[in-house]
């Protein structure tokens, strides 16, 4: 089975603190994701690995910085947290035979999520 | 404008009832689409995946059906139970885009 976690469950963390958001995946993935999911938009990819030291932005990047150092390892950073970043916040990871071009096409394997509120 | 559009947003069920969740999706060219399930408080996981050639999959009493003509796909949920409540999330993938649309989900509700 594959297994992602995700650092914290619950998250409550000042305007202007720096938010580190941990994410691990033990299927020797290429591919990993930060996805945030609000009430009414679905889930809106924030920044894609698909390699080591690589990254990609998505659809809102702005605001947010992620590194990997390990395959195994994603994280996200909120350099300074605002208020308009409280979300649930998803990690997800997929094989590298599940994508077209290095891009990811099918199935993603998600995290149990962290729900981070800004105050 | 989101590229995948679900209804109802939420719904409530009787245990034992069937019911059936509806997407619109406008992502062309299409690949497959998704139907995944997310438990409250748990990451969403998929529960169907249907291409271009496919118009119906089953996965236990969960039953999807896709209509690439119309770009329209349902999710039928028999006999519910009362693990059936969740979110339920449409997925498409496009051919040569990297990105996956996500419609925002149905929330189901079953009650004993």
């Known amino acids: 089975d594959v297994k992602v976690t995700q650092s914290s469950r619950y998250l409550v963390k000042r305007t202007g603190e720096k938010v580190f958001l941990e994410c691990v995946q033990d299927?020797?993935?290429?591919?990993m994701f930060w996805y945030r999911q609000d009430p009414g938009l679905g889930l809106r990819l924030i920044y894609f690995?698909?390699?080591?030291?690589?990254?990609e932005k998505g659809d809102i990047p702005e605001g947010y910085s992620v590194s990997r150092e390990k395959k195994e390892r994603f994280s996200l950073i909120l350099e300074s947290a605002s208020t308009n970043q409280t979300s649930m916040y998803l990690c997800?990871?997929?094989?590298?035979?599940?994508?077209?071009?290095?891009?990811?096409?099918?199935?993603?394997?998600f995290g149990p999520g962290t729900r981070l509120t800004v105050l | 404008k989101n590229q995948v559009e679900q209804s109802p947003q939420s719904l409530i069920i009787l245990e034992g009832k069937n019911c059936t969740l509806q997407c619109n999706y406008t992502v062309s060219p299409f690949s497959n689409l998704r139907w995944y399930k997310q438990d409250t408080g748990r990451g969403p996981v998929s529960l169907t995946i249907?291409?271009?050639?496919?118009n119906t999959k089953s996965n236990g009493r969960y039953t999807a059906t896709l209509d690439a003509d119309t770009k329209q796909s349902s999710l039928h949920i028999t006999a519910s139970q009362l693990s059936d409540s969740a979110s339920y999330i449409c997925v498409v993938s496009g051919v040569y885009d990297y990105k996956l649309s996500f419609g925002a989900g149905t929330t189901v509700t079953v009650r004993a």
């Open positions: 997800a990871s997929s094989p590298e035979e599940s994508t077209y071009r290095g891009l990811p096409t099918d199935t993603q394997y």
């Open positions: 249907m291409t271009f050639s496919e």
């Open positions: 299927m020797d993935h290429e591919n």
């Open positions: 690995s698909y390699d080591v030291k690589m990254k």
